[in-house]
């Protein structure tokens, strides 16, 4: 157990539905970080909050939005859901400087039919 | 922009030496990362190496760090069947930290 949370592991919907992807991140950790992997874009780096705020914005699409909440946990939400879409979603977090890496969460696979 | 560029597959067999060399390109990047994924599982940092060293050396991991080069590799020592995974490199980019991965190397450990 890594320390960091996601719900659901397993996630199947139809095109057009709308998620959400819920993130625990490790205790003390402030910094929350969204990242999609799939087989042919690797990882990528989907949008980062801190302590609350928005800090980084990487390849999100407009359909996707995320927030991080007073308790520190985050959700992702992705709707319009397309079949493109389906891929693995992986939350990490990091303590308020991040140096030492990041720990990632075991992820939530996303299904879309 | 940052790019982490690494080869795609490796196999080796049981106990030998494994190596899986990255390149990146922030000359900035203050740390340089190494995580596994095991299938079904989440990434898991194996280790990472400051910019301003060259070598680093963790039981039976080497990194080695060549920054003239922008060249990043991992040594695994006696491989084990247990290290078949999926090897990633990461360089932080930009000033909050934020990782850029390489697509990443699958390692095939043959007993």
């Known amino acids: 157990d890594s320390g960091v949370t996601q719900t659901p592991k397993h996630l199947i919907t139809a095109t057009g539905q709308r998620v959400t992807l819920r993130c625990s991140p490790r205790s003390g950790d402030l910094s929350v970080y969204w990242y999609q992997q799939s087989l042919d874009q690797g990882l990528q780096f989907l949008i980062q909050y801190y302590n609350g705020e928005e800090r980084a914005k990487g390849n999100i699409l407009e359909r996707f939005s995320a927030q991080q909440f007073p308790d520190l946990h985050s959700e992702l939400n992705l709707s319009s859901l397309e079949l493109g879409d389906s891929a693995l979603y992986f939350c990490a977090s990091s303590d308020s400087q991040g140096g030492y890496g990041y720990t990632f969460g075991s992820g939530t696979r996303l299904t879309v039919v | 922009g940052e790019d982490v560029e690494q080869s795609l597959f490796l196999s080796v067999r049981e106990g030998d030496s494994s190596v899986i060399n990255c390149t990146y390109t922030?000359?900035?990047?203050?740390?340089l990362y190494w995580y596994k994924q095991e299938p079904g599982a989440g990434l898991q940092l194996l280790t990472y190496i400051f910019s301003n060293m060259d070598m680093k050396q963790d039981q039976r991991l080497t990194v080695l760090l060549n920054k003239k080069d922008k060249h990043l590799s991992l040594r695994i020592a006696d491989t084990q069947t247990g290290d078949s995974a999926i090897y990633f490199c990461?360089?932080?980019?930009?000033?909050?930290?934020?990782?850029?991965f390489g697509k990443g190397n699958q390692v095939v450990v043959i007993p």
């Open positions: 922030d000359s900035s990047s203050t740390y």
């Open positions: 990461a360089e932080s980019a930009g000033g909050n930290n934020r990782l850029a």
